[in-house]
């Protein structure tokens, strides 16, 4: 965002990630002192609608450089056959709805630049690009940078999506490192010993899964490990997976409650979340996460610290 801010002159540039859900997080910010900090704020999935996302993919800067000019229309000569496109151009006027938006925050100008990685098999096939984020600059006042500029940020995009996908996938591939090197040792763990070695020594089931607790339920008998239900609890969570689920192979849930589970409410904040994998048909594996109370701040609307998302 420093870069980019020095190089384009405008007022703020922010790096703007979208999560799993679609919604917006604005996760990086260089701005003029003076001007209110976005770091941290996000932004409902539908400030960005999925036609605007879809072009970003063809035209991947895109330019106002005035939000409050006067509109001048196009009229398409009657001898053309198809309707003139106008994905491709930068004199393409905002939507009324958008100008108003960059108005309420105080921008008359913006430059969007997109943040395209490698979709991989996420997106249907392992050739296509997933449009990741956007580097977004605001100015208070009437900005246009010409083409050589534009094209000079647009290069920059490239080689930030081409480290930041890199960076990714090394993430993705340590994590997957980790998590194979103890499923071996785990494996080897239960061929050398009982099953309760995997709960008793290092590593543990915990180490395959981000966690706050994890439990063996085997031959009746139970071997919890860090913040989970007590025994009673778990024979009654047993019962009803046996009741609800006892065709499946396992289960996972953000929230036991939203599973329908009915004593949800007496397993309290400790345990909110819950993975099970079936062993037998009457032995199991449990995961669980506590209850997060997490304050999110969401952007484009006065914000009360007692609310809570």
């Known amino acids: ?150 094209y000079a940020c647009e290069f920059l995009m490239q080689a930030f999506g081409l480290q930041l996908n890199m960076e990714l996938q090394l993430a993705s591939q340590m994590s997957e490192k980790h998590i194979l090197r103890t499923q071996t040792l785990l494996c080897d763990m239960i061929l050398r010993d009982s099953p309760t070695g995997i709960v008793t020594q290092s590593p543990s089931i915990m180490d395959l899964v981000k966690c706050d607790g994890a439990a063996l339920y085997y031959h009746g008998k139970y071997w919890p490990l860090g913040v989970t239900p007590s025994e009673s609890q778990i024979k009654d969570i047993v019962e009803w997976l046996l009741a609800t689920h006892g065709d499946s192979t396992g289960l996972s849930t953000d929230s036991l409650a939203d599973a329908g589970y009915p004593s949800a409410a007496s397993l309290g904040d400790a345990v909110c979340g819950m993975a099970v994998a079936y062993i037998t048909s009457r032995d199991f594996l449990f995961w669980f996460r506590s209850h997060t109370a997490k304050e999110v701040k969401w952007g484009g609307a006065k914000h009360h610290p007692e609310d809570k998302d």
Not at 59 to 77: F, H, Y
Request: net charge neutral.
């Open 1 to 150: 965002v420093d870069h980019v801010r020095e190089l384009t002159g405008y007022h703020r540039v922010m790096v703007y990630k979208f999560h799993e859900d679609e919604h917006g997080e604005v996760v990086a910010e260089s701005k003029r002192d003076d001007l209110e900090p976005y770091i941290g704020l996000h932004y409902p999935a539908t400030d960005i609608p999925q036609a605007s996302r879809f072009l970003f993919k063809q035209n991947r800067v895109r330019m106002i450089a005035d939000c409050r000019a006067t509109p001048v229309r196009v009229i398409q000569d009657e001898n053309l056959m198809q309707p003139l496109c106008l994905v491709g151009s930068t004199l393409r006027a905002p939507h009324g709805c958008h100008a108003q938006y960059m108005a309420n925050m105080g921008s008359i100008a913006s430059l969007a630049m997109a943040v395209i990685i490698n979709g991989g098999e996420e997106e249907g096939t392992k050739n296509s690009m997933k449009l990741w984020g956007l580097v977004v600059c605001h100015h208070t006042s009437p900005r246009c940078i010409p083409f050589p500029l534009r």
